[in-house]
């Protein structure tokens, strides 16, 4: 019978006698190369194909979430073909080139990441950082008032339910109960009544008393007797039990060694350092962890000396001392055991530990320290410091503690040999050139900068030599010669450190050496588009770290560089001004003006200086000049005017003002013309002339305000309306003006007028927090407390980060939510002085004095030209602060010259007070203020 393949193709890849050992081979005609033996023909063959593209289409991805409608599946595109070596190196120049991309972007995603984290903690902070400080304020609870306080079971009226006590047994007890089952030898089955008995076959109710019974149906039962006594040490057997399986856990049962790290048993001590006596336990584990310490590594110094510590801080200070004397036999050149036990052991025994450590260990410097502190004669101290220099003759330490025990010629002497004997101790050099005369000291220091050619205050140590000796000529040659050759031993010339050393000196009074390194290292390193703001950094902090002598000489370096910067001129006269001397601000004015004759300020400046020093006729004189450089200059005319005001020339004060207007007929010469005549009393020419101003300067809105504000002191409101009115059509976006249209209204109780005004400014000048207020207020004086509220919710909806409206919104409160509107302000508002004003008022109607000076501090600091703000914290002194207090408040208040402020400017622009004095202003604003609610 034929077989029922005879006749067909040979499958692909198919070898005839493949099984047998056979080889395929290929001839010419043959198409394709041969295969050898050891290929796989199953791959080629038809259903080793289809075997693998099923495993490939089931190894596919098919889910839902691995679909994207712009990239259809996921997966790689190219993951049915081979994986060659080409493939691996683009894989690996792609992953290289990721990870340098990721090393870039690294720094910023960190930074948002940590801006993120940041701004989530501030936004939604812990419930224990929002009660911390009222857990803060529970110190201030006295012990009565802690007994008052209320049970939780007399407030609660409802019955509760009573529950059963509940308890977990200790280990050491179920271990003890385990034995004494097992000595009874029962085990407890049920009864069919539904009680149990520990014995089977009997009837009756088990009672934990040996020797009685309990009666149930007519039968009795009775337990084997047990010793009524308990046995301790059946109980001590299962402490001890327990012990030893905790201890096993941390040992190898197999090889004995210990598992605990020898390097961190340190640190875990503290942990094992018992907190009281109950901590038995743990002190038990911590001896038993190091002896095993101690019985691994006996030559480990260490060990011992935590052992030791162990017992000291348990109080066994005997064995402590025990201990550390043997790891001293045990371990004799490793120095801290020595130290530990020359701290454990009593004076006369540790004067004797540390004779022995030193003949063990003869190159200790601390061990010798150690033992001449031990000595209470100086005698005894010099020779045992001396005898450390004959073992350690290259100590630094050594030489510096025997040098200080000796005198002025002894130290010369000891010091010369120590500079033998340490040529690279700098410090040592320093120390004998202090000793030494002049010439001496130069020929110390010129042989310290041969042994050490690389440090800079060697050199200048000699700079301050020379100011001593009054050489300042030889100072700037020391440094710049100091700074060429350490650049040319290859030092780098760091300006930040040498300004440290110009510091260094400024405080120490070597004005001279430190104005020198100023000028030799100020310009090195810094490009030349940034010198003036590095210059300008610099300047500020010297004066931040108190070194005026050296922001001094960084200014002088820096005009000579650049003589015409005006604003450098003026930063230099301002430093002058608060740190320096009249006559140093009066010199510095006057180079000033030389160098930039346009700039008003440095005229104005130099004329206030010398009005404050009494000298009226040099301010005029400056003035004077002022005006031939600076002709028609406005800022000169009125700073003029005022000079004759305020010396009560009121009469040349006219002249003056009505030159100006002729020559400058600006806004502000009309406005100090109309107030001249105003405070004068001469209302009526003051009249005149704010309307002559009105018609000139129609677009002031200063004027028309001075023109309704005569009429309202006249008492005639209406008409100070109507000059509002006109003054709202002519400037609009004016704020203060549609205050005052409104205020005039408000005082005649016209209060529909006055929100119809209101209402009109409010959509002429949207977002304007002031309107608001203003509105609010309106109101308030209408007794429409709840409109009031509902204005003041749309206003900080309208303004969110107005610290006026948030200041005033804390005390629209009721007394207890003021403390969340003022962490809710803070939030919106963290550094608005307004904010911080009302917060400092807060705690002070809470009476927190504390409290409240800290942030009456804090506002004047942020802002010191807020006027409220002074008045506030003087007020506040007053009333709590003692009188050197008030006149530091008095005195910071005066040197700042605030301007601005509602209740300041309130008093300060008041016709009865024109000519008053900062000090007088600050009393009179702080009587002035509204009490707080």
């Not at 003006?593 to 400046?605: D, S």
Request: glycine share 6%; charged share 30%.
């Amino acid at each position: 019978m034929a077989k029922a393949f005879l006749g067909m193709d040979a499958p692909a890849g198919y070898t005839p006698g493949l099984g047998r050992g056979a080889t395929g081979f290929t001839t010419r005609s043959d198409i394709g190369p041969a295969r050898g033996a050891k290929d796989a023909p199953e791959e080629r063959s038809r259903y080793a194909q289809a075997q693998h593209r099923k495993q490939q289409e089931e190894s596919e991805n098919l889910n839902d979430s691995n679909y994207d409608e712009f990239s259809g599946y996921g997966g790689s595109l190219f993951s049915k073909g081979a994986y060659d070596k080409e493939d691996a190196e683009a894989d690996e120049i792609y992953d290289r080139i990721d990870e340098r991309q990721d090393q870039r972007r690294k720094e910023h995603r960190e930074r948002r990441e940590r801006e993120e984290i940041e701004k989530f903690r501030r936004e939604r902070p812990k419930i224990q950082q929002q009660f911390s400080d009222l857990k803060r304020e529970l110190k201030e609870v006295t012990p009565e008032e802690w007994e008052n306080l209320p049970e939780v079971a007399d407030i609660g009226h409802k019955t509760k339910r009573k529950r059963a006590d509940r308890y977990t047994p200790s280990e050491t007890f179920v271990d003890f109960a385990q034995r004494r089952a097992g000595a009874m030898g029962g085990l407890s089955t049920p009864f069919p009544g539904g009680m149990q008995t520990p014995f089977p076959g009997s009837s009756g109710m088990a009672t934990p008393f040996p020797g009685t019974s309990t009666p149930y149906q007519g039968g009795t039962q009775t337990m084997m007797p047990y010793s009524g006594n308990m046995d301790l040490r059946e109980i001590g057997a299962a402490r001890t039990s327990m012990m030893g399986m905790k201890l096993d856990q941390a040992s190898d049962s197999v090889s004995g060694q210990t598992v605990v790290d020898p390097k961190g048993y340190l640190t875990d001590l503290n942990s094992l350092t018992p907190k009281s006596v109950g901590d038995i336990g743990d002190v038990k584990k911590g001896r038993q962890l190091l002896k095993s310490v101690r019985t691994t590594n006996p030559k480990h110094g260490p060990g011992w000396i935590a052992s030791a510590r162990l017992e000291e801080a348990t109080g066994r200070v005997q064995s402590a001392r025990n201990l550390i004397v043997k790891g001293c036999e045990v371990c004799p050149n490793q120095e801290d055991v020595w130290l530990e036990a020359a701290r454990l052991l009593p004076v006369d025994q540790a004067k004797a530990a540390c004779a022995q450590a030193v003949r063990h260990i003869p190159t200790s410097v601390k061990i010798w320290l150690r033992a001449a502190d031990f000595e209470e004669e100086a005698s005894k101290k010099k020779r045992v410091l001396r005898k450390a220099l004959e073992a350690v003759p290259d100590s630094v330490r050594l030489w510096k503690a025997a040098v200080d025990l000796e005198g002025q010629e002894e130290a010369k002497v000891m010091l010369g040999r120590a500079v033998e004997c340490c040529p690279d101790s700098v410090e040592l050099w320093l120390a004998l050139a202090r000793l030494e005369s002049y010439e001496n000291a130069q020929k110390v220091l010129n042989r310290a900068r041969k042994a050490i050619p690389t440090d800079r205050a060697i050199w200048i140590a000699a700079a301050r030599l020379e100011e001593t000796a009054e050489n300042e000529k030889n100072v700037d040659n020391l440094i710049q010669l100091g700074v060429k050759s350490l650049r040319a031993k290859g030092v780098e010339i760091n300006r930040e450190h040498w300004i440290q050393e110009a510091e260094t000196c400024d405080k120490a009074g070597s004005v001279a050496t430190c104005q020198a390194i100023i000028r030799a290292i100020i310009g090195i390193g810094v490009e030349d588009v940034d010198r003036k703001p590095t210059w300008t950094d610099d300047a500020d902090s010297c004066v931040a770290h108190e070194a005026f002598n050296c922001a001094r000489a960084i200014y002088a370096h820096a005009l000579t560089v650049f003589p015409a910067d005006e604003k450098l001129w003026i930063d230099a006269a301002f430093f002058e001004k608060n740190h320096g001397t009249s006559a140093s601000l009066e010199q510095h004015l006057k180079a000033a003006v030389r160098h930039c004759p346009q700039a008003e300020t440095l005229w104005l400046m130099g004329a206030k200086s010398q009005w404050l020093a009494g000298n009226v006729t040099e301010a005029r004189r400056i003035l004077a000049n002022a005006f031939t450089v600076n002709p028609n200059n406005e800022d000169i005319w009125l700073a003029a005017v005022k000079l004759e005001s305020e010396n009560n020339q009121h009469q040349r004060a006219r002249i003056l003002l009505q030159n100006a207007r002729e020559k400058a007929s600006t806004a502000r010469v009309w406005i100090k013309s109309v107030r001249l005549e105003w405070v004068l009393g001469n209302t009526d020419r003051a009249k005149e002339l704010v309307t002559e101003a009105c018609t000139v300067h129609p677009e002031s809105p200063k004027l028309w305000m001075m023109r309704g504000q005569l009429e309202e002191q006249l008492g005639d409101n209406k008409l100070a309306s109507s000059f509002y009115n006109q003054g709202i059509k002519h400037c609009p976006s004016s704020v203060p003006l549609w205050q005052l249209a409104a205020a005039v209204e408000t005082k005649q109780e016209n209060y529909t007028r006055a929100r119809a005004i209101l209402d009109k400014a409010r959509l002429q000048n949207p977002k304007q927090p002031e309107l608001w207020l203003e509105a609010i207020q309106v109101e308030l004086k209408a007794g429409l407390e709840q409109v009031a509220d509902a204005m003041m919710a749309k206003a900080l909806q309208d303004c969110p980060s107005s610290g006026l409206l948030w200041s005033e919104a804390i005390f629209m409160v009721s007394k207890p939510q003021r403390k969340t509107k003022s962490v809710d302000a803070l939030k919106r508002c963290e550094n608005d002085p307004l904010v911080l004003l009302a917060v400092a008022k807060l705690f002070l109607s809470e009476r927190k004095i504390s409290k409240a000076r800290s942030w009456f501090t804090r506002t004047v600091k942020l802002d010191p030209d807020f006027g409220d703000a002074w008045a506030w914290f003087y007020k506040f002194e007053l009333q709590y602060g003692t009188e050197q207090q008030q006149q530091y408040v008095e005195s910071r208040c005066v040197q700042a010259e605030p301007r601005h402020g509602r209740t300041w400017q309130r008093v300060a622009k008041d016709v009865a007070n024109w000519n008053k004095k900062t000090s007088e202003l600050l009393l009179l604003v702080a009587q002035a203020l509204t009490p707080l609610a």
